[in-house]
């Protein structure tokens, strides 16, 4: 069974820039879940989505959007990028959304200069 | 903010048992203790899990103390490949992980 998959796995963006990461969880999963990396502050979670829901929301601004569409896979936008936003960008599927069967992707790594 | 706190870093000698603590002194009656670990440049991996039980996968044991407010993570006999950053985690089995800053695991030969 494939895993889960992120791209793109590296980005460069200029501040005031927007950016689209995507994930592709694992077949028949519903559920999938953001999370940012970064040396500072560590894995942080962002949002979780069942079922095209957002059913869980981190302590993020606005600037940080998901959606999940009806074939589970998800995307996440983050507008106006800033230097902060520069991190790793994880995202983890699982079935039910149960925290122990998510199985993470490799992340996209993004630069903001 | 995380409910959990685990000593920055830890050394194990290849072969022997790694023991790691997590102290979750505000641990409610319905979070479970999870781990997880995150190896260098990848994502996160599950490990275990356990509520009050103590529990053995083919990974490692969880030992949660009887009040809960505690437990050690036991790598049973490590390897170079178990070095990674480990992670505590109290959680109510829903799809929201809050990492702290966890345990990097040195192995070494």
């Known amino acids: 069974k494939a895993g889960v998959t992120q791209t793109p796995r590296y980005l460069i963006k200029t501040r005031g820039q927007q950016v689209t990461l995507s994930c592709s969880p694992i077949s028949g999963h519903r559920s999938v879940s953001w999370y940012q990396q970064t040396p500072g502050q560590g894995l942080q979670f962002l949002f979780e989505?069942?079922?095209?829901?957002?059913?869980n929301k981190g302590n993020f601004p606005g600037r940080f959007s998901g959606r999940q569409f009806s074939n589970s896979r998800s995307e996440m936008n983050v507008s106006t990028l800033e230097l902060g936003d520069s991190a790793l960008y994880l995202c983890?599927?699982?079935?039910?959304?149960?925290?122990?069967?998510?199985?993470f992707g490799p992340g996209t790594r993004l630069t903001v200069l | 903010d995380a409910k959990t706190t685990q000593p920055p870093s830890m050394d194990c000698a290849e072969g022997r048992a790694a023991n790691l603590p997590c102290n979750h002194s505000?641990?409610?009656?319905?979070?479970?203790v999870y781990w997880y670990r995150q190896i260098h440049s990848q994502g996160p991996q599950y490990i275990i899990h356990g509520l009050k039980n103590n529990e053995t996968n083919e990974m490692a044991s969880l030992i949660i103390t009887e009040d809960r407010k505690s437990s050690t993570l036991i790598l049973p006999h490590a390897t170079l490949r178990d070095t990674a950053v480990y992670y505590c985690i109290v959680s109510n089995e829903g799809g929201k992980l809050i990492f702290g800053q966890g345990t990097e695991l040195s192995v070494k030969p």
């Open positions: 505000t641990i409610s009656g319905n979070e479970y």
């Open positions: 989505y069942f079922s095209e829901t957002q059913r």
């Open positions: 983890a599927s699982s079935l039910r959304g149960r925290a122990d069967t998510q199985y």
